[in-house]
């Protein structure tokens, strides 16, 4: 552990491992006095038993944290907050979790389908789903915005991609919902969808990684009788060193897809909700000129950050921001805290379509080798979502919202609105 006694380390200011932090949102206040302590700032380990750890909330580090693996091992211990038990760990990694080279040769089995180019192929399906949202909620003249919009579009992506039927798109997302409930306060009813695994083998504790694991477990059985051309049938045709992927291997890898392709970008989207209400200006800058719907897109993603952070585990003596880091320390990345750094952005909370495309903002993460795979296609989606919107004129009467209960995602899990 780190040569500094408790002592002498710099506190953070705020109650990192609990939910309740978050209950409004992102902590500003107690973002922004972690990134004016000089060195990286401290939690102690709480009362559960999660370990203590370093956040990093300034971008600059944030980016030499993300860039290197070596030093900031994803492998060695558990990304998130908690610690985890080595069987735990094993029977939960997937990509996200893992370092090169075995990181690499898994993330090459889907990158292809990934990139800017390749996903402009999905934006005529993204938009249809889109249209069919907004349609309904001009028709009901409102509704939940999280229900109606925010959440079928994205999984509604995703399962295209990855080959889920439209009829299950539902169960997808309960369980997604599920996994994230697992970030909250409350404890889980630990047989919910037949699951028998201990839970703490389960990703976020949750009995919901169980069902998503079984529903994959069967849909790859299908594709493997019959493959399409969907993302399923390719993860279990595909082999990684002449081997085929394993059972747990593959429904790994298809739990990280639709929690990760989903849970973010509707993060993403209900607040954007909020946003049309909030920063009126930014929107119709965009309908003036809809050369600023990419900027603003991004926009809507850095203020919203939808992951709020990520955890390494240090694998050398290290020195960052003048903390001395040793082998085992904790560090985590705080992407919502150092997305509002006015070293890096000006005027970090004011929403604006006119930033710089570089550098980039944190919520895709800090660059490097993990960079949020979908970080195109998540933009592509909100982009369409903006056109869709500005096309319509669709002028909102934006209620207040319900925030998710985790210190996990900045997710919106409620957000009444009524069309003007
Ligand atoms: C606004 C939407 C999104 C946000 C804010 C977001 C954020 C992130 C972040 C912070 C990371 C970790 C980066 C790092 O450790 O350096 C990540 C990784 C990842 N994201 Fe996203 N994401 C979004 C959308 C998507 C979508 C649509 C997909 C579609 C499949 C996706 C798939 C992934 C995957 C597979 C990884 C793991 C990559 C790896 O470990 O190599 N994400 N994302």
Redesign the pocket.
């Known amino acids: 552990m780190s040569n500094l006694s408790d002592m002498s380390k710099p506190l953070a200011p705020i109650d990192l491992h609990n939910a309740d932090t978050f209950a409004n949102g992102i902590p500003q206040y107690g973002f922004a006095a972690m990134r004016d302590q000089p060195t990286l700032s401290w939690s102690e380990a709480d009362e559960r038993g999660d370990a203590g750890f370093w956040s990093v909330t300034r971008f600059d580090d944030l980016v030499t944290v993300?860039r290197d693996t070596e030093t900031f091992s994803s492998a060695v211990g558990h990304i998130q907050i908690y610690d985890i038990d080595p069987d735990a760990l094993d029977a939960r990694a997937s990509?996200?979790d893992l370092d090169p080279p075995v990181?690499t040769r898994l993330?090459r089995l889907v990158s292809a389908a990934?990139t800017p180019r390749h996903v402009q192929g999905y934006a005529d399906a993204a938009r249809h789903r889109v249209a069919r949202c907004l349609d309904q909620l001009e028709g009901d003249g409102g509704g939940d915005w999280v229900d109606t919009v925010a959440a079928p579009i994205?999984i509604g992506v995703?399962c295209d991609l990855m080959g889920v039927p439209e009829a299950d798109h539902d169960y997808m997302i309960e369980l997604s919902d599920h996994l994230v409930a697992g970030t909250s306060n409350e404890p889980l009813e630990p047989s919910a969808y037949g699951n028998t695994t201990d839970l703490r083998l389960l990703p976020f504790n949750s009995p919901a990684a169980h069902g998503m694991a079984e529903y994959a477990r069967q849909l790859g059985e299908k594709r493997r009788a019959a493959p399409t051309d969907d993302l399923v049938s390719r993860l279990v045709e595909a082999e990684v060193d002449g081997e085929r992927l394993t059972d747990d291997e593959f429904t790994n890898f298809f739990r990280?897809?639709i929690f990760?392709?989903n849970e973010?970008?509707r993060s993403?989207m209900a607040h954007l909700g909020l946003q049309l209400q909030q920063f009126p200006e930014a929107f119709a800058a965009a309908n003036a000129d809809r050369t600023l719907v990419g900027p603003l897109a991004d926009e809507v993603?850095r203020y919203s950050?939808?992951?709020l952070y990520?955890r390494r585990t240090v694998t050398k003596p290290t020195e960052l921001s003048g903390t001395e880091l040793a082998p085992g320390d904790k560090v985590v990345m705080w992407?919502a805290a150092a997305n509002f750094d006015a070293t890096t952005f000006d005027d970090p909370l004011a929403f604006r379509t006119d930033r710089p495309a570089v550098p980039m903002h944190a919520?895709?993460?800090?660059g490097?080798?993990?960079?949020?795979?979908?970080?195109s296609?998540?933009r592509l989606e909100?982009s369409i979502l903006i056109e869709e919107i500005l096309d319509r004129r669709l002028d909102l009467d934006v209620g207040s919202p319900v925030f998710v209960e985790s210190n996990f995602v900045n997710g919106i899990e409620a957000l009444p609105v009524t069309v003007r």
Not at 363 to 366: D, S, V
Not at 368 to 375: E, I, K, S, V
């Open positions: 993300s990509m996200i990181h993330r990934f994205p995703i990280l897809m990760a392709g973010t970008t993403s993603i950050s939808p992951i990520f992407y919520a895709f993460g800090g490097g080798a993990h960079f949020c795979l979908g970080a296609l998540a909100i």
